[in-house]
């Protein structure tokens, strides 16, 4: 047992790793083994560990203000609204700012119900939304659910891949649609071709709120800025968080301004959103994404992880399927991955799961091939490890 264990509730699935240094795609324990992240902090990592630019800008910030409230305004936070803005998807011009991905969530759907006076919500089967109150009721897997009942009334789940049961689902309470453009936490899972537009097109012929929680898929993770543009798709709400900070915690709620003006003073707010640290780290992420052609780098160094899994497929019988797009990936097995998760750290290699049997990747974008070609060789002595253990040929 860990030290901190003697402290924490038993909330985490914890990993026997104590981690100490990180840099870029790689990180360090105490004992000062190295390892290639492809957790990348559940995706919080985006543009590396320690990214020069992200500590430069945190640095310059703390020794000028650390904290200003939403009450009053900050030169800082402007310019760091002025750059996201240029990236925006066209029209979800007003943010709110938050701390966490599930508070993008919770503001979703409250900006949602203030603005359509509905309460009914369809979201996917598969969804992972967060946590707290409002984002559990959108998200769906029971075991997260079951003790926490009643959520929020009026929410159905559909089938994620089928547009014909959104429409099925859709009654005169029904005010908002909420989707990953890509399902992480269940697994990876990437929308079959037309889907996305056409839920667009039910929710525009049905005046319905479309949100989109880009919280895992955004800032370029998917190989381009948003991953709502792989579909040509803009939504009238979308959720970030995760890496937008380079590590710091922040969550944005973007809409189309008449969503979030039907809002009145004082109706939602956050005592540390917005901070001029968080937004500084913000600017210096974004600079790093754009001016460091991370989004391409997750694109091209995607596609090659990605290629290199599928050779694995080819030649290991345990692996049933690798999907994904960019730096967002995930290796489905035939068999539970705990020991696979465990023994990747004795060699060097963080991973991440979804589920009991599927292997989900999410490196920081700033991984170069020399380290994709290290994760993959480590991958393939796994699989050939268990491979033999489970006498598979």
């Known amino acids: 047992m860990n030290g901190e264990d003697q402290y924490l509730s038993s909330l985490y699935q914890r990993f026997p790793i104590n981690i100490a240094l990180g840099k870029n795609a790689n990180i360090w324990d105490t004992s000062g083994k190295e390892y290639v992240d492809c957790m990348g902090g559940y995706g919080v990592a985006l543009v590396g560990h320690c990214n020069n630019r992200i500590v430069k800008a945190i640095k310059d910030q703390a020794e000028q203000l650390i904290i200003c409230h939403m009450s009053a305004y900050n030169d800082t936070r402007l310019r760091f609204l002025q750059r996201l803005s240029s990236l925006a998807p066209k029209g979800l011009n007003k943010t709110f700012f938050s701390n966490s991905g599930a508070e993008a969530v919770e503001a979703a759907l409250k900006f949602t119900r203030k603005y359509t006076g509905k309460i009914g919500i369809i979201a996917m089967n598969g969804a992972y939304h967060g946590k707290t109150f409002g984002a559990l009721s959108v998200t769906h897997n029971e075991k997260y659910r079951r003790s926490f009942m009643p959520l929020l009334s009026g929410v159905k789940f559909v089938p994620y891949n089928d547009s014909s049961k959104i429409q099925e689902a859709i009654d005169d309470n029904t005010g908002a649609v909420i989707l990953e453009p890509i399902q992480g936490e269940t697994g990876i899972i990437v929308p079959p071709d037309g889907l996305i537009q056409r839920i667009r097109e039910i929710c525009n012929s049905h005046k319905l709120v479309l949100i989109f929680d880009e919280i895992q898929t955004g800032l370029g993770r998917t190989g381009k800025m948003w991953a709502g543009q792989n579909w040509g798709t803009t939504p009238d709400i979308m959720c970030l968080a995760k890496g937008i900070a380079g590590g710091l915690p922040m969550g944005l709620t973007l809409a189309k301004p008449e969503i979030i003006e039907a809002m009145k003073v004082g109706e939602h707010s956050s005592t540390f959103a917005g ?119």
Do not use: W
């Open 275 to 393: 901070s001029p640290l968080a937004c500084a780290a913000g600017i210096a992420t974004l600079d790093a994404l754009v001016e460091d052609k991370l989004v391409e780098n997750a694109s091209r160094t995607g596609k090659y992880f990605k290629d290199g899994l599928l050779a694995l497929s080819d030649k290991h019988k345990i692996i049933r399927e690798v999907r994904g797009l960019g730096m967002m990936l995930a290796v489905e097995l035939r068999f539970d991955v705990k020991d696979i998760l465990f023994d990747g750290i004795r060699n060097g290699l963080l991973m991440l799961y979804s589920g009991r049997n599927i292997i989900r990747l999410l490196p920081p974008l700033v991984i170069d091939e020399r380290s994709v070609d290290r994760a993959l060789e480590i991958m393939d002595r796994l699989f050939t490890r268990e491979e033999q253990r489970r006498n598979v040929s």
